[in-house]
């Protein structure tokens, strides 16, 4: 039973990865994009939590706390940049 569950969440966060690319491509505004990239990471990383569990392999969490990181950077450089102008005064 839980193996049906990892495939219908997988499937989820898939198809919200996609829906999620629409938006990158076809937002109507940059800040609108900026949040769609951020969901992308969190998809992403949910993903790759829920491979980890059906594969049984724990180097996937070390690879999605490493991508929740970098994740986090471009999140605050692409808003800074969209603030300022400028990420590095």
């Known amino acids: 039973m839980i193996t ?3 495939i219908f969440c997988i499937g989820s966060f898939a198809l919200g990865l ?3 690319l629409w938006r990158v491509v076809r937002g109507p505004r940059i800040s609108d994009r900026i949040l769609a990239l951020d969901t992308m990471t969190v998809n992403a990383i949910a993903l790759l939590i829920l491979l980890g569990f059906a594969l049984g392999s724990p180097i996937f969490f070390e690879v999605a706390m490493l991508f ?3 994740g986090f950077v471009a999140t605050v450089s692409y808003c800074r940049f969209l603030l300022r102008g400028d990420i590095i005064e």
């Open 68 to 70: 929740a990181l970098v």
């Open 4 to 6: 049906y569950a990892l």
């Open 18 to 20: 996609l829906l999620n």
